[in-house]
Nanobody, 126 residues
Framework: QVQLAESGGGLVQAGGSLRLSCVVS????????MGWFRQAPGKEREFVAA????????YYADSVKGRFTTSRDMTKNTTYLQMNSLKPEDTAVYYC???????????????????WGQGTQVTVSS
């Protein structure tokens, strides 16, 4: 059983920063590729960022590239999403997701992920 729990969301002014955390309750965190997605009201859930099990690369949506950074800490079973220069259009519920590392990592496709957290709200005021 793999459980994910996000934290760190909140209300911030445009231009501000937040860091989201996602703690993964699993015996072997290194077996899982991790992704971040977000969903705004009335919109589909969209890819934000991803990091494979090895942590040797990171991937970002064009809309957040240069502003967001994802990382993982194997000692804490945690993946992070550092969000800088936040914009009102970043307002959404943010979810972390996990998928076993076997096979290709289709990090953009939300349907490829097996496990999801409950989400954390991020609101950016203008």
């Amino acid at each position: 059983q793999v459980q994910l729990a996000e934290s760190g969301g909140g209300l911030v002014q445009a231009g501000g920063s937040l860091r989201l955390s996602c703690v993964v309750s699993v015996r072997t965190f290194s077996w899982y590729n991790m992704g971040w997605f977000r969903q705004a009201p009335g919109k589909e859930r969209e890819f934000v960022a991803a990091i494979p099990w090895s942590g040797d690369n990171t991937y970002y949506a064009d809309s957040v590239k240069g502003r967001f950074t994802t990382s993982r800490d194997m000692t804490k079973n945690t993946t992070y999403l550092q969000m800088n220069s936040l914009k009102p259009e970043d307002t959404a519920v943010y979810y972390c997701a996990a998928v076993y590392r076997g096979g290709a990592f289709y990090y953009v496709d939300k349907n490829r992920y097996t496990y999801w957290g409950q989400g954390t709200q991020v609101t950016v005021s203008s």
